[in-house]
């Protein structure tokens, strides 16, 4: 089948979501799973199929979505009440939308990869080289590298696993709780 | 305080301490929240108000709670019962928000009721959390109801709260979703925004309806 030309073709919109939990690693089969269930669910399959949500890319913790033009809301309705991807609990925070990739991508550049400012947490020790979850840090050219530390919050002593500005996640050190708690500096300054 | 989420569980009940779900709020759009049982503070830019949820108890004992919760400016909260419970609950100086009643039976809150939360200026709240993460027939049902409080919203004007009931940054929303959310309940704009004013709304002293000059 022929390509057609550019103005018959239908009019698309690109979605630029960031998807939270920072750092945690979403596929994107899974995830176009979870948002077709979703959009499904909500709207039911004539809006979906008028809708035709797809998933282009998953790059740097940021998914570029797809959907017709027209049906942005709907879709962006859709995506908030994702909660799951695969027994992993995420939440799509909608950024921008855009009628191509391109400048979805300038704006991933824009606000650049998970950015580590190391200087601003407490930490009791920075000892741990035994395989235990590490930092999602980044440098200046957004390559992530990898540090482990712990702190205390609450008596118990944490894992730090993610670090951005002022918002730290940890997960409690041990092999039974595994749940992570989303904390600032200021909590863990906090004694 | 024009936006703010109605109610938020910080840890130790969430896993996200109250600091960390005032900083995600002011990033969502939010100028406060209602986060439960934690002292009223200022964090993040964001004004945190004390919560309080008060929940299967007779009428008696809520009343004695209230007092307890008295002076302090904290928002109390009730959860929704039974019809006569609500009636009663409506009616009771110092309850703030009626919560949850999408969970009460069909006729919990009906026009009487409604008549005495527009009196007493006791507000409905309007908790997404079911609408985000249920699916099929329970989000069915809890939508219905809404649409049912709203019917009765436009006919006698009490005050309405929308919250998110997130016990975590995740389970909160940017208010552009919530809007979303709302226009799906027939709500428009002006709607939504006197809804998120509503915590506002309700702890602001009343005016008086006649004024003595001299």
């Known amino acids: ?32 799973y979870a948002i077709h269930e979703a959009t499904t669910s909500l709207w039911g399959d004539v809006v979906v199929a008028a809708m035709q949500p797809v998933v282009i890319a998953i790059e740097d913790g940021y998914a570029i979505l797809r959907c017709r033009r027209g ?35 300038d704006r991933i550049k824009d606000r650049g990869p998970y950015v580590m400012e190391g200087g601003e947490v407490t930490a009791t020790e920075t000892t741990d080289n035994s395989g235990s979850p ?21 008596t118990r002593v944490y894992q730090i696993v993610h670090c951005d500005g002022h918002k730290v996640d940890v997960i409690e050190k041990g092999f039974k709780n595994t749940h992570r708690l989303f904390l600032t500096t200021a909590d863990l300054e906090e004694k | 305080m024009k936006i703010t ?5 910080p840890y130790p009940v969430g896993n996200s301490s109250v600091r960390r779900l005032a900083l995600e709020a002011r990033q969502l759009g939010y100028d406060s929240i209602v986060a439960v049982d934690t002292p009223a503070c200022e964090a993040e830019g964001v004004i945190v108000l004390s919560g309080l949820i008060i929940a299967g108890m007779p009428v008696k004992d809520v009343t004695n709670q209230i007092k307890r919760g008295k002076g302090h400016g904290v928002v109390v909260s009730v959860q929704a019962r039974d019809n006569g419970f ?36 006791t507000a409905l709240d309007l908790d997404l959390s079911p609408i985000i993460s249920q699916r099929g027939h329970t989000r069915e049902k809890v939508i219905h109801r809404y649409f049912d409080i709203l019917v ?43 809804a998120l004013a509503g915590v506002g709304k309700i702890l602001a002293p009343k005016e008086m309806a006649v004024k003595v000059l001299s």
Do not use: W
């Not at chain 1, 630029?16 to 979403?26: F, H």
């Not at chain 2, 989420?5 to 569980?9: L, N």
């Not at chain 2, 609500?86 to 928000?97: E, P, S, T």
């Not at chain 2, 009931?165 to 709607?191: K, T």
């Open chain 2, 5 to 9: 989420d109605a109610c938020v569980y």
């Open chain 1, 71 to 105: 049906t942005e809301r709907e879709y962006a309705i859709a995506l908030s009440t994702i909660t799951v991807c695969r027994d992993t609990r995420i939440a799509l925070r909608i950024i921008a939308t855009s009628g191509t990739i391109d400048s979805l991508r």
């Open chain 2, 86 to 121: 609500n009636r009663a609950v409506c009616g009771l100086k110092g309850v703030h928000i009626l919560r949850d009643i999408a969970c009460a039976d069909k006729y919990a809150f009906d026009h009487v009721a409604a008549k005495i939360a527009a009196d007493n200026g």
């Open chain 1, 134 to 154: 590490s930092v999602e840090t980044g440098d200046s050219n957004g390559n992530p590298s990898t540090d482990t530390r712990d702190c205390t919050f609450d």
């Open chain 2, 152 to 194: 009765l919203h436009n006919r006698f004007e009490f005050p309405l709260t929308i919250s998110s009931g997130a016990r975590s940054v995740l389970d909160m929303r940017p208010v552009r979703e919530v809007s979303g959310f709302c226009s799906l309940l027939g709500m428009n704009i002006q709607d939504t925004e006197d």
């Open chain 1, 1 to 32: 089948m022929s390509t057609r030309p550019p103005t018959l073709r239908e009019k698309r919109r690109y979605l630029l979501a960031k998807i939270e939990p920072c750092g945690v690693p979403v596929d994107g089969k899974d995830l176009y």
